[in-house]
């Protein structure tokens, strides 16, 4: 079992940033890779970042690239989200998900899942 707790949400206006962080615990060698989800609501999940915890290989959906950055603290067991530039349409719950599989991009590749962090971007 992996436990995840995401944390860093908030109120912000538009053009704003904030970072957050997902703490990670339990068996986390079984899991390669930690992303970032968001779910607006009356919408789907959808992908927002991802990155290896041995290499440090990330990817980012279109939608955030530029804006968003995925890093991690191998030490700390910590993955965090720097969003700049932050838009209304980043208005959502984001959450931390670990998985196996690189290149997972859909909420079937996360097999551990946080409760999630509420992110409000006002204009």
């Known amino acids: 079992q992996v436990q995840l707790e995401e944390s860093g949400g908030g109120l912000v206006q538009a053009g704003g940033s904030l970072r957050l962080s997902c703490a990670a615990s339990g068996r986390t060698a079984s899991s390669a890779v930690l992303g970032w989800f968001r779910q607006a609501s009356g919408k789907e999940r959808e992908f927002v970042a991802a990155i290896i915890w041995s290499a440090g290989s990330t990817y980012h959906a279109h939608s955030v690239k530029g804006r968003f950055t995925i890093s991690r603290d191998n030490a700390k067991n910590t993955v965090n989200l720097q969003m700049n530039s932050l838009k209304p349409e980043d208005t959502a719950v984001y959450y931390c998900?670990?998985?196996?599989?690189?290149?997972?991009?859909?909420?079937?590749?996360?097999?551990?899942w946080g409760q999630g962090t509420q992110v409000t971007v006002s204009s």
């Open positions: 998900a670990a998985g196996p599989t690189f290149g997972a991009t859909t909420p079937a590749g996360y097999r551990y």
